[in-house]
């Protein structure tokens, strides 16, 4: 069996073509059961962030699979498939996985060691599992993934001070006034996790006043009780927007929050139409009209703006991030040892015993056809007897050991399998498994 990836990000695609993929949580459940009914799809999971969305699959033929996932994100985008074929990246099994692990400890991020993609991962990874779209391999896979990103903050400390999109929001609204947030209003559109950690950074950075809003006026809130900010009703939005000098809007819609021309009539309206607005859209997809940031005195900003935010004092994360390489590496072998032996021990089990049947057989047959013979003569020629099979099945044992520990190991299992037509049934034991490893 093979694992496959199929997706985009921030470093192949611009936003406006990733909110055009971005899946929303609750359809994920629909979405992994329509591709697990595809032909040759053992299992799936989708990643979805504001810098990503990624399709894993389990199938039994590499290009299937792949298919599969082609075939479902331009079903969802509705896009040319030419078009579409720019922008993703598909990688076989070995790569997936140490994909899938540098994502998961913070290393294919916008932003490098991010901490919030590690609870993405997982997010992923459990909604997949309650919809059953999930087996062995894949189990494994994630489980590990979500082991290697807490080991990859525990023993590098990539995080530390780590620069968040959220936070990178507020670094960028610090550069363009001047390094100075006192005396600011900002208006916070969403109370989501990326929202309250950028109300939280703005408090911390002498913002005088936070709005806080949201579709849930009661999480609206919850949330500007926290940070002592005011909760503003959505429908409200337009009377409160002229009173703010910053925007930072991060809401789940499908739609844009706001318009070009509500923003251009706040401003007319404005007491100070002069005075700058900054804002920063860092939803996928889009929560701000794009062509807002052409009107006068705005400036308006989207997620892939903030990588320039991140450009300094990098040095620390990236060696920070070598380490983890190797971390990485690790786990990749570990994994693929894992995998191999998956396939490798029950070949190794029913190849031993089929040896051990003919064998026991023909020592029966040849030891009647002899007559008496005495127990040492029995003993003789049943060590003759075990010595031919052990020294027989010696090579093609270690070989396919070691054949474990790379991607094709399963391929030689499956060969061997074929060849001396070994009848297998399900994944090895625990038992046959400490059997194989400590004998030849």
């Not at 494994?140 to 936070?167: C, F, H, M, P």
Request: net charge neutral; aromatic share 4%.
């Amino acid at each position: 069996m093979f694992v496959v990836a199929v997706g985009l990000n921030h470093r192949t695609a611009p936003v406006e073509i990733r909110e055009q993929l971005a899946f929303a949580r609750h359809n994920l459940p629909g979405i992994l059961r329509q591709l697990q009914d595809v032909a040759d799809v053992e299992g799936c999971v989708i990643l979805s962030t504001c810098n990503r969305t990624e399709i894993y699959i389990a199938c039994l033929q590499e290009e299937k699979g792949v298919k599969a996932g082609k075939k479902l994100l331009g079903q969802h985008c509705r896009m040319d498939p030419k078009k579409l074929e720019n922008y993703l990246y598909t990688l076989n099994t070995r790569h997936t996985v140490r994909h899938l692990f540098r994502v998961a400890g913070g290393l294919d991020s916008m932003i490098l060691g991010e901490d919030q993609v590690l609870a993405q991962v997982a997010e992923a990874y459990e909604i997949a599992r309650r919809t059953g779209t999930t087996n062995n391999i894949l189990n494994t896979l994630w489980q590990q993934a979500i082991t290697v990103g807490k080991r990859i903050r525990t023993e590098t400390r990539i995080d530390r001070n780590t620069v968040s999109v959220s936070y990178a929001a507020v670094e960028l609204a610090r550069q363009v006034f001047h390094g100075n947030l006192r005396g600011r209003t900002v208006l916070v559109i969403g109370a989501g996790k990326m929202s309250t950690l950028a109300a939280r950074y703005l408090k911390d950075k002498g913002v005088t006043t936070v709005l806080v809003s949201n579709r849930s006026y009661e999480r609206a809130i919850d949330l500007a009780a926290e940070i002592g900010g005011q909760a503003v009703r959505l429908d409200a939005l337009e009377d409160y927007l002229s009173r703010a000098d910053i925007v930072i809007s991060c809401t789940a819609a499908s739609h844009y929050i706001l318009h070009r021309e509500q923003i251009a009539r706040v401003r007319a309206q404005s007491a100070h139409p002069g005075s700058p607005l900054m804002l920063i859209d860092i939803a996928v997809p889009r929560d701000i009209e794009p062509t807002a940031g052409d009107l006068p005195g705005v400036k308006l900003y989207d997620i892939d703006d903030l990588q320039q935010v991140v450009l300094n004092n990098l040095e620390e994360r990236q060696q920070a991030a070598r380490q983890a390489e190797g971390i990485i590496s690790e786990e990749v072998d570990a994994f693929f040892s894992w995998l191999g032996s998956l396939y490798v021990v029950p070949i190794i089990v029913a190849l031993k015993e089929k040896a051990e049947t003919i064998k026991r057989a023909e020592l029966e047959r040849a030891c009647n056809r002899l007559g008496d013979l005495t127990p040492r003569q029995k003993k003789i020629i049943s060590s003759l007897a075990n010595t031919v099979v052990n020294q027989f099945l010696h090579d093609a044992v270690v070989n396919l050991k070691k054949a474990a520990l790379t991607p094709r190991g399963h391929l030689y299992a499956e060969a061997l399998q074929e060849l001396f037509n070994l009848p297998v049934d399900g994944a090895s034991s625990q038992e046959e498994t400490a059997a194989v490893e400590g004998g030849s």
